[in-house]
């Protein structure tokens, strides 16, 4: 548990240098389910990298 816990917080610093630097780009914004229920580029990029990480460090865990 210890071990996923030191991990959960470098990948949220990980995740949090990845939007920093991502938000001097070039940002879309999508609608999801309705008008007011958005979604930008960097979001789903972050979800990418957080989930591929989460993946390779713990292939037995479900997300």
Do not use: H, Y
């Not at 470098?10 to 229920?37: N, P, Q």
């Not at 460090?57 to 479900?62: C, G, L, R, T």
Request: hydrophobic fraction near 45%; aromatic fraction near 6%.
């Amino acid at each position: 548990m210890e071990n996923k816990l030191i991990f959960a917080k470098e990948i949220i610093k990980e995740a949090g240098a990845f939007i920093k630097e991502s938000l001097s780009k070039t940002i879309t914004v999508e609608e999801k389910t309705a008008f007011d229920d958005l979604v930008t580029n960097i979001d789903k990029q972050t979800q990418d990298l957080l989930v591929a990480r989460i993946k390779s460090a713990f292939p037995s865990d479900n997300i």
